[in-house]
């Protein structure tokens, strides 16, 4: 990537959206901040570490990545900001309510909902319930769910699959159960970019994946599909996170740190199980090595201590 690409990421698209979240939001939204990622391709981060979307644009239309019902109006009217084409497709990175929820806002523009099959059937079981869990909670006018509708994807894929829009590629991967039970990364070789979905967070601890009770995340599915991914020795200049801040240009080494997050973390938790320690001693006085102390959102981490002491001992990795 060259130094003018890393300049332009920041750009001057911080603009609009502030004054178009203010219009249709609460007080309590916080405003999705646009990073231009590649030419006509955006990543539209969320500042709280909550779920982050994005979208590209080409010549026949957008497809959007990722969908909050909280905050996806927002990417809308970013999206109307820097383009008059429709959205013709909506591609989810997992069934979780932070990136699968939000497809009714663009109703408008009757894009196909696309998902893995194994996404659908989430989405129509433990997804739906925690949505109508939330949509029963709080005064209607400050709830983002009992103003929306669930929406369920429309075309079911397995493996890979392709979308061709215009001269832009979209490469659909199913990379197994890893967060989820079912992550698809999207590379777009055109803007050398890929997007990760929840495989990949920066600066911030990963979540466990978790729906109306239910614990998805794999440590070591995991580790195989950041492996998967890394073994295409993909021509990326730019790995977008499903969480945190974008590195543009990075490449390789974020999916590299977030693979040694998960080695070494788990080692350590592994150690103090060598010398008798129990979970609850562990997460007492836990301390993550020096590269991963400064990372946010430190409640994930003792969720992710859970998952690494009971995996551990429920299979040995
Ligand atoms: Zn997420």
Redesign the pocket.
Known sequence: MSASMRGAGVLAVLVSLAGAACAQGGADRNALIPRQIADGAFMMENPTG??NAGFVITADGVLVFDADVRNADQTLAFIRTQTDKKVRYVVIS?A?G??ATGVWHYREDRPIFVATRRQMRDMYMQEKQQFEERKAQGQPERNPYARADYVTPELGFEGVMTIQLADVTFQLTDEGHGHSTSDVTMFVPQKRVIFM??LLNTEIHP?Q?ESAGVIFANVNGWIASLDRVMARNLAVDTYVP??GPVHLGRGVADLEEQRRYFVTMRDRVSRRMARGDDLDKIRKSFEPPEEFAGYRRTERLNNFLNLFFHQNVERGY
Request: charged letters at 15%; a negative charge; glycine letters at 34%.
């Open positions: 909550s779920g997992h979780a932070d990136h979905g929840d979540g994946s499903g969480h």
